[in-house]
């Protein structure tokens, strides 16, 4: 093989591996692309059906969410969570036998979607009565799930948005924000036993104290007990495997819904 064979093979191969670079980029472009589109259209889809215009009797708040709708289309569906400034605004899912379920399937109707579903685990009931009950959602499809809970990592807008309401077919579940922060990647409910008094009230304090450098953090307006109960809203950190951002809210007011 000549010299200037040999420089022109080199070339081609350099073209090729060139081309091929091009078309897996652009083939990850496009996936992204995809998931986005697909997760913003779960979205509208879940809002669209689960709006209700029943007014509230006396002695009930109104409840917005049209969760006979919702149910039809997946029994898993047991909640929904709104959060003032976001957009966290779904339903909340619990698997009977999957925790695994939910990371990649919509809440709609189980059909797999990359950016998932709002969901908690079995370990939690899903009365919301434990005394701390952790929501998972995805970071990173767009704006969807819970990426924008990312807000609360500006002090302003933390000092402005003071609370997140969960709804179930029977009530309204208003939630003071205590904290939001930069937390590990340990399973919280598996790695602390909440019967324990003890290590509830250490559980607590954390919340109130994260040792973080990236944490906004209000003081409650009483001292939290082993009577008050928790809801942890968990995401990623994009490109930080080993952390997550919590948003941790503790029940300041519970009232029937019609």
Not at 184 to 193: A, K, L
Request: glycine content about 4%; some cysteine; overall charge negative.
């Amino acid at each position: 093989m000549s010299e200037n064979e040999s420089k022109n093979n080199k070339k081609a191969i350099i073209i090729i591996i060139a081309l091929l670079l091009i078309v897996i980029g652009a083939g990850i472009f496009a996936y992204q692309l995809y998931s986005d589109y697909a997760a913003q259209k779960n979205t509208n889809e879940l809002s669209s059906i689960a709006s209700t215009s029943e007014k509230a009797d006396e002695n009930t708040v109104d409840n917005p969410i049209d969760f006979k709708s919702l149910q039809k289309k997946n029994s898993d569906i047991y909640a929904w969570i709104k959060v003032g400034g976001t957009k966290v605004d779904y339903p909340v899912v619990q698997s009977p036998d999957n925790d695994e379920m939910y990371l990649k399937h919509s809440a709609i109707d189980k059909s797999w979607i990359a950016s998932g579903a709002i969901y908690s685990e079995m370990v939690n009931t899903k009365s919301f009565n434990d005394r701390v009950t952790v929501l998972y959602g995805h970071n990173g499809y767009s704006d969807t799930m819970f990426t924008t809970l990312h807000r609360f990592e500006q002090k302003d807008f933390f000092d402005k948005h003071k609370t997140f309401v969960i709804y179930t077919p029977s009530s309204k579940l208003t939630y003071k924000i205590v904290s939001a922060f930069k937390y590990d990647d340990r399973h919280i409910m598996n790695s602390f036993d909440f019967q324990n008094d003890d290590i509830f009230l250490e559980f607590l304090d954390m919340i109130q104290n994260p040792a973080s450098s990236k944490k906004n953090v209000r003081k409650p307006d009483e001292k939290l007990t082993i009577d008050d109960s928790v809801v942890v809203l968990s995401t990623c950190i994009t490109n930080q495997r080993s952390s997550r951002y919590l948003v941790c809210g503790v029940l300041d007011k519970n009232e029937k819904t019609n």
